[in-house]
């Protein structure tokens, strides 16, 4: 009895499972990485997502659109959404001016229409909108966008997007990148396809006209771009840019024009903070309370602190304000302007949103204009300057307000 008994028992759980479970043919279950075409690999004897392995893994932004296309197989399947067969299917085609006004430091940009973009909706069509960015930075202080132009292919913005603040500097280094998304109201929004203008191609005051075909270039292919591709094409964008930006450079904050003049009569340096353009959102209503602090180091005296009064709910703000600093000119040719913007917060310590060194020490167009401003008194010499998450190491330690 007890042995008989013992034999049934020998039945275990798993063995139970697979008799009784599975009526009918297994079929593959599908991922949540087949609704985010080619971003994070799949898993074993996932045929879709390992076709698209060899195009994940070139190298970043090297590949050209051509070669992304010779990588991928046609579809075999026949089970397989119209938007997955992306890569055999042209993007569309993305019409628009640009002009760099040298004069007031502006960026314009004219999005026009876009022909014949992918569908990326149920309905065949796509709920289409334009963003930039300007590459390397970071990507929410110098973002820009359009409307959304709902339920079209061929929609038409004609919309002008300006960047302020922009140099000479950035003319010669900079890319501006043009994405094209669909938007969506219950998921997140989708990426069609881009398109890189370095802007060394434009000519001071020579509006170019573009009409080209939109690409779409390759994600990283690391685990932290595979959690991105649940999270959505905006996490995947910013990682982009991260990688782009190589681990030496800081974080883009925004813009900031400041007026330096020194006046041989009064015997000190004038400095005018004159506005601030694409701020850091530092709240989370998407904006920031900016206010700008300076301080002249080294502050022996702990005397050199200026701060301007907080705009509210802006990331342009308009300051006006000036600060003197008395001082003869050869002892300011050994001190640096640290300027510093923050974000007023009622109820917990102010936000750090950038800054900016001039002096010596500093680089590019920070220690030009520095110079070039010892070198003639009694001229306001009035320039767009970057700020960065950081301040140089010099100029650091910020007690703060
Ligand atoms: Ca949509
Ligand atoms: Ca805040
Ligand atoms: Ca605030």
Redesign the pocket.
């Given at each position: 009895m007890r042995g008989r008994r013992g034999d049934r028992m020998t039945i275990n759980i798993q063995e139970h499972m697979a008799i009784n479970v599975c009526p009918g043919p297994i079929r593959p279950i599908r991922q949540i990485s087949d609704y985010f075409p080619r971003r994070g690999p799949g898993p074993e004897g996932g045929g879709r997502d390992f076709r698209e392995a060899p195009a994940r893994l070139a190298p970043l932004a090297l590949a050209p659109p051509a070669a992304l296309l010779g990588a991928t197989t046609p579809e075999e399947g026949a089970e397989v959404d119209s938007y997955d067969s992306d890569d055999t299917t042209a993007l569309g085609m993305l019409e628009f001016d640009l002009l760099y006004d040298q004069a007031s430091c502006t960026l314009h940009c004219s999005i026009l229409r876009a022909k014949g973009l992918k569908p990326?909706?149920f309905n065949g069509l796509?709920?289409p909108y334009v963003k930039l960015h300007l590459l390397p930075g970071a990507c929410k202080a110098n973002k820009l966008k359009t409307k959304t132009q709902r339920n079209t292919l061929n929609p038409v913005w004609n919309e002008d997007l300006t960047y302020s603040g922009i140099t000479d500097d950035d003319i010669t280094h900079k890319v501006l990148r043009i994405s094209v998304c669909?938007?969506?109201?219950l998921s997140h929004?989708?990426f069609i396809g881009e398109i890189r203008v370095p802007l060394r191609r434009l000519k001071p005051s020579q509006k170019k006209h573009f009409n080209i075909c939109l690409e779409r270039q390759v994600p990283l292919a690391s685990p932290s771009s595979m959690s991105a591709a649940l999270r959505g094409i905006s996490c995947y964008l910013k990682e982009l840019e991260q990688a782009e930006q190589g681990p030496g450079l800081l974080e883009e904050r925004g813009r900031i024009l400041l007026s330096l003049s020194y006046s041989s009569r009064r015997r000190g340096l004038l400095v005018g903070i004159v506005r601030c353009a694409h701020l850091a959102a530092m709240d989370v209503n998407g904006y920031s309370d900016p206010y700008v602090k300076t301080y002249l180091r080294p502050d022996v005296d702990k005397k050199s602190k200026h701060k301007t009064c907080v705009k509210k709910k802006t990331l342009n703000p308009e300051f006006n304000e000036d600060f003197f600093y008395e001082m003869e000119l050869s002892a300011l040719a050994t001190k640096t302007l640290e300027v510093t913007v923050w974000d007023y917060d009622i109820g917990k310590s102010n936000d750090f949103i950038g800054g900016v060194s001039l002096g010596p020490g500093a680089r590019g167009e920070a220690r030009k204009h520095w110079r070039d401003c010892l070198q003639q008194p009694d001229a306001a010499l009035e320039r767009w300057h970057t700020l960065t998450s950081e301040l140089p190491p010099a100029a650091g330690a910020l007690p703060s307000a």
């Open positions: 990326m909706d796509a709920d669909d938007e969506d109201k929004n989708e």
